[in-house]
């Protein structure tokens, strides 16, 4: 009996000391990963640093203190380039539980420059605190809390109410949750108060970004209406050596401006991307400060991935998009797809398919607006609602099964493939690698939304061809491009467009229209007023009120300065009212919007004709007829503008444009 009390006591105490052993050993282990993170370097693109560690290691226990750093890295914004440095005090015990090897708690007071801005926020220097644990899997996770954030400052006020969260990390997976339950801000006339805040994230691949990550609010309630059920959902996930894409923003419901409505949602999706070219893509991005400075391995890198990732092929769109309420539904899909380039370079002209729908049912759409739609060719009428499609591939253009000649899809593609081809062969100094595009006749891009009997109703116009009395040539005569001069202002642009257009270089035209892109734009705009005052600004021409159509629309350019549409209602309602030189200024400045856009290169020739500028008018006139979508519909246009204006120089540019569209439709049959 002695013999089998001691035999179990001696296993119990090699028991007892192999716990404890192991507990040694797991604080042996956390020293060690903390001296290692010490010191060690921030990537480029920012980071957490851990500097001036104090630890204090006891037979089962450990405390000490660091300050730890958070950097932003190199690509990070001016004004938003300073780390936040906070101190942390810790203590860990690390006596081993069946569920765990070490249990932790924290607290994290800001330092220095960062105490100030915490102080301003928080209203005190009360310390950030968290407990948490590092499993025996060697799964690491904490619980986090933060106090009531307040800040009032110039007529501006955000308050969010305590909230708590938790981040565990395990290997290359990466899971984080936060809840808050009430952000409000004021300023500017304008309140928010969102409701029941949630984070959830949960990454397999931190460094992939495989997994889901969603975002939500119960609760959001505007100056204009109110929110319910708001939600973005993003998952990414592997399929053997391709990766997929999802994003779902979606709005349970949503009332206001009188507008009510429920599930709406709309899916955003890439796929079949190849995997290993975007985890490239991603350490040089991470590695470079966002591509802004690349070694030339790095830049070789960079350029084969993208290579790579175009010449396997993907695809992208928006595969869902759906509402309804009780006046109809809306449902709709826009896909592209890049098939597998064959030779293994990519050309976007070859690879290229494309198509889309769009189905409103009920009485969503206006009756007027709806015809219009209707006679525009934008859409085929389904009962009292309408819908619109088209397909894309191999050169064929079908819209609402009526086939286009797709001439300017190449074309816009060719550019495409230019440009990426200077992006990409810039990352390195190797020769370039992306297929040539091919050529492609000069053809109507797809029409431009606009404003009703303005230039939206415009006739998608554009062209002046050999007619006898066209001081240019049909684009089919046309000339090949002789100089690909830049031209670096609006006002230089444009002079080069008209240029064009009167040697009929419709390829020259595409070229300036490529610099007109690469422009900067204005900064987007308070998009919910533009269009109230946009929509009041057409209902005053409508009732020939010009003067008061152009007092609203000059405030919708105000309120969004990167709206084109605006731009050309303004343009439009300018030269209604007789300020030609003013509508001049509007619609070229509405050019480095979108150069493209015959709602533009209409009203902008009248203006010219108004002010005197004949031949220009006709220039203008020309560049917009090939950008037409419909040339039928153009003419139609230009044949009732000729029979309806009482102005004499807008009578006579519409009868000179009469034959010019009328020989150039005959040549081009």
């Not at 889901?212 to 973005?232: D, K, N, P, W, Y």
């Not at 350019?557 to 309602?573: K, S, T």
């Amino acid at each position: 009996m002695n013999k089998i009390v001691g035999v179990s006591m001696g296993v119990l105490g090699l028991a007892v000391a192999g716990w404890l052993g192991g507990s040694m050993v797991a604080g042996q282990r956390a020293e060690a990963a903390l001296q290692a993170l010490k010191g060690a370097p921030a990537g480029a693109n920012g980071g957490l640093r851990i500097t001036q560690l104090q630890h204090e290691r006891g037979w089962f226990g450990a405390k000490g203190q660091a300050e730890v750093r958070f950097e932003p890295g190199c690509s990070a914004e001016p004004g938003a380039d300073e780390a936040l440095t906070v101190r942390v005090d810790y203590t860990m015990s690390h006596l081993l539980l069946p569920n765990s090897l070490t249990r932790f708690d924290w607290q994290a007071t800001p330092m220095a420059g960062t105490a100030e801005a915490f102080k301003a926020m928080f209203g005190s220097l009360s310390p950030l605190a968290g407990q948490g644990a590092v499993a025996i899997t060697g799964a690491v996770r904490t619980e986090m809390s933060l106090p009531e954030l307040s800040v009032r400052r110039a007529g501006e006020a955000l308050q969010v109410a305590p909230s708590k969260g938790f981040l565990s990390v395990h290997g290359e997976a990466l899971a984080f949750g936060w809840k808050v339950d009430r952000l409000v801000t004021r300023g500017r006339g304008e309140a928010m108060e969102v409701k029941d805040i949630a984070i959830d994230v949960d990454l397999r691949n931190r460094h992939l970004g495989t997994g889901t990550v969603r975002i939500g609010a119960e609760h959001v309630s505007l100056g204009v209406g109110t929110l319910e059920g708001v939600s973005l959902r993003s998952e990414a996930s592997e399929k053997g050596d391709r990766l997929d894409l999802t994003v779902t923003p979606a709005i349970r419901r949503l009332k206001a401006n009188g507008v009510d409505m429920s599930d709406l949602s709309l899916e955003l999706a890439i796929k079949d991307m190849d995997t290993r070219s975007v985890e490239t893509l991603g350490k040089v991005f991470e590695a470079s400060c966002g591509m802004q400075a690349m070694t030339a391995e790095e830049g070789k890198k960079a350029r084969d991935a993208a290579v790579r990732l175009l010449a396997r092929g993907l695809s992208l769109g928006v595969p869902k998009i759906s509402a309804k309420s009780a006046d109809g539904t809306v449902t709709g899909q826009l896909l592209v797809a890049l098939a597998e380039a064959k030779d293994g370079k990519p050309s976007l002209a070859t690879q290229l398919k494309s198509n889309g729908r769009l189905e409103v049912t009920g009485t969503l759409v206006p009756a007027d607006r709806r015809d219009m739609a209707v006679r525009m060719g934008f859409a085929v009428a389904k009962g009292t609602g309408l819908t619109a499609a088209f397909d894309y591939a191999d050169g064929l253009l079908k819209v609402n099964d009526r086939t286009h000649d797709a001439g300017a899809v190449l074309t816009g593609l060719k550019a495409a493939d230019e440009q990426l081809q200077t992006l990409v062969a810039g990352w390195s100094q190797s020769a370039p690698v992306l297929a040539k595009a091919p050529q492609a006749a000069p053809v109507e891009a797809p029409p431009a939304e606009g404003a009703a009997t303005a230039p939206a109703a415009a006739p998608q116009a554009a062209a002046e061809t050999a007619a006898a009395t066209a001081p240019v040539a049909a684009p089919a005569a046309a000339s090949p491009t002789t100089s690909a001069a830049e031209c670096t202002t609006t006002a230089t642009c444009v002079e080069h467009t008209l240029a064009a257009a009167r040697k009929a270089d419709i390829e020259r035209i595409r070229q300036v229209a490529g610099q007109f892109d690469g422009m900067p734009k204005p900064d987007q705009g308070n998009r919910p007023v533009s269009r109230q005052l946009n929509s009041a600004g057409i209902d005053a021409l409508k009732r020939d009120d010009f003067a008061g159509a152009v007092a609203k629309l000059r405030q919708a350019m105000a309120e969004n300065p990167r709206d084109v549409e605006i731009a050309g209602n303004l343009g439009f309602a300018l030269v209604k009212a007789g300020q030609a030189a003013d509508a001049v200024a509007v619609l070229q400045s509405a050019l480095v919007l979108d150069p493209r856009r015959t709602s533009t290169w209409t009203p902008l020739a009248e203006a010219y004709a108004l002010a005197g500028r004949t031949d220009d008018a006709k220039a203008a006139m020309w560049v917009s007829f090939q950008w037409s979508a419909n040339r039928d519909k153009s003419l139609a246009y230009y044949q009732d503008r000729a029979v309806r204006e009482t102005r004499a120089p807008l009578q006579a540019l519409y009868a000179h444009m009469i034959g010019v569209a009328q020989v150039q439709m005959a040549q081009a049959n």
